[in-house]
């Protein structure tokens, strides 16, 4: 491996995180062509999925890709899709090496890629940002293998792990700063979940703003019963972002249907000890296509998703005020009788963020 080939990669990386949060149900992947040295073609996965990264930075490459390397975050597509595969489109412009992060999961892929480009002798070499590309692309690889998105909890906290107090204030613990980075944070995720009491109580609109995106969000609330006001921010804006309700068997016929008058999308789910499961939940919501999920609470829904070891990513805004053992608790009850009994995460980032502090942490 040159010290360039890492470069190059480093820089497809972060072109393909661009697609993060709009490209589902396909994995963001980014790609850069070289040819002696000048970067002459540079592509991510487009909302909603398609072109794919190589199609993009092959079309700006032109003539250029001929003799060329192509760094890609993702092994080049095998199966004819909508479109013909990406490794037939680098073979037809004549690249003349290869260069991948990481094998694709896609049983259509999963090595044909590399595959078809040896056989029409591009030289192919693998793993240079393996690591880096597992963690971007994460997601995909969960949705695909195991049929559920990657989840991200976030909490925004007081110093002593409080969300509101006993009388529901909540707005606003933390600063405007790190408002802003859980907007930043939500462009970055398919979809934003959110339990049905947090639903009710701050009539939030879940939506990125001031962020100039692409594509917003998909909104996701949890409510067993579907009791959630009509005359909600969600329910007014379903047909400008999608909103999907996921709910329990047995519910209003005329909820359902009033709910349906709005553009929402109803979503059955499994319940399991009078709760929505979270198994269920989150194989519906990969079901449907999503690879990046961002649950912003409230404290039940973080409890049924941690109970189920279903959380990948725990982000927390930390504000310096204590609120009390009367405010609301940040997570719910998990059942907890030993300390060996609570999922691990690692600890990944720590930065002051205005008057705040964000911690992120990745399961072990
Ligand atoms: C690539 N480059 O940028 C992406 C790839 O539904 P289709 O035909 O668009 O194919 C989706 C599959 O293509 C997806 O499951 C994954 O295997 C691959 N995604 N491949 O060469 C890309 N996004
Ligand atoms: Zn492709």
Not at 20 to 31: H, I, L, M, S, T
Not at 149 to 163: E, M, N, Q
Not at 304 to 315: F, G, K
Request: glycine share 12%; aromatic share 4%.
């Amino acid at each position: 491996m040159s010290m360039s080939d890492a470069r190059y990669m480093a820089l497809a990386l972060s072109l393909g995180r661009r697609g993060q949060g709009v490209c589902w149900p396909n994995p963001a992947v980014g790609c850069v062509i070289v040819n002696e040295g000048r970067i002459v073609g540079r592509g991510w996965t487009q909302p909603g999925g398609r072109p794919h990264a190589e199609v993009v930075a092959l079309a700006q490459a032109g003539g250029a890709a001929r003799g060329a390397t192509a760094y890609v975050t993702l092994e080049p597509c095998a199966h004819h899709g909508k479109t013909p595969p990406c490794a037939e489109a680098l073979i037809a412009a004549g690249v003349a090496r290869v260069v991948a992060a990481i094998e694709d999961c896609d049983p259509r892929v999963a090595g044909n890629g590399f595959e078809m480009l040896r056989r029409a002798g591009i030289e192919v070499s693998v793993g240079i940002g393996e690591d880096a590309a597992a963690r971007d692309l994460a997601g995909f690889f969960l949705k695909t293998e195991l049929g559920r998105p990657w989840v991200t909890l976030k909490l925004a906290s007081s110093f002593d792990g409080r969300i509101a107090t006993a009388s529901g204030e909540s707005q606003w613990i933390t600063g405007p700063e790190a408002r802003r980075a859980v907007h930043a944070m939500r462009a970055r995720h398919d979809a934003v979940l959110v339990g049905a009491g947090t639903a009710r109580s701050d009539d939030p609109s879940l939506t990125v703003r001031d962020m100039g995106v692409a594509q917003q969000p998909v909104r996701v609330v949890v409510s067993r019963y579907l009791d959630l006001p009509l005359m909600s921010q969600l329910a007014r804006t379903a047909r400008q972002v999608p909103v999907w309700l996921c709910h329990g068997p047995g519910v209003d016929g005329d909820r359902v249907r009033a709910w349906e008058g709005t553009g929402a999308r109803l979503i059955p789910c499994a319940v399991e000890a009078g709760q929505i499961s979270a198994t269920d939940l989150l194989r519906q919501l990969g079901g449907q296509g999503l690879t990046r999920v961002f649950c912003e609470g409230g404290a039940s829904l973080a409890a049924s998703l941690l109970a189920a070891d279903m959380v990948d990513e725990l982000v927390g805004f930390t504000a310096g005020l204590a609120i009390g053992a009367e405010g609301l608790p940040a997570v719910g009850v998990l059942g907890l009788e030993q300390l060996s009994e609570a999922a691990r995460f690692d600890l990944i980032e720590t930065r002051a963020i205005g008057a705040d502090i964000l911690h992120r942490w990745q399961r072990q």
